[in-house]
């Protein structure tokens, strides 16, 4: 069982940048591949980024390819999420989630979910 909780969310103008935590209680938090996801009003849930247990491969989807960055420290069960030169097309709840040592940019592979924390870009 791995319990995730987020933070780091709040009202930003576009252009600006936030960084969104997840930490992580529970066992071989090492061991899981950990993913970005949000969801705006009315939207289903996206990918966002994701990373594997060691941290030595990420991904991202096109939308924030270059503007956002996932990192992960193993030593203090957390992992990040660096969202610069945000857009208000960014706007959603972010969540963390956890899953076994798989490359899965779905969201059904994922187990483990965080309760979201909201991202708000003003123009």
């Known amino acids: 069982q791995v319990q995730l909780v987020e933070s780091g969310g709040g009202l930003v103008q576009a252009g600006g940048s936030l960084r969104l935590s997840c930490a992580a209680s529970?066992?071989?938090?090492?061991?899981?591949?950990m993913g970005w996801f949000r969801q705006a009003p009315g939207k289903e849930r996206e990918f966002v980024a994701l990373?594997?247990?060691?941290?030595?491969?990420?991904n991202y989807a096109v939308s924030v390819k270059g503007r956002f960055t996932i990192s992960r420290d193993n030593a203090k069960n957390t992992v990040y999420l660096q969202m610069n030169s945000l857009k208000p097309e960014d706007t959603a709840v972010y969540y963390c989630?956890?899953?076994?040592?798989?490359?899965?940019?779905?969201?059904?592979?994922?187990?483990?979910w965080g309760q979201g924390t909201q991202v708000t870009v003003s123009s």
């Open positions: 529970g066992r071989s938090f090492s061991s899981y591949t």
């Open positions: 990373i594997n247990w060691s941290g030595g491969s990420t």
């Open positions: 989630a956890a899953a076994g040592r798989i490359w899965a940019t779905s969201s059904r592979e994922y187990n483990y």
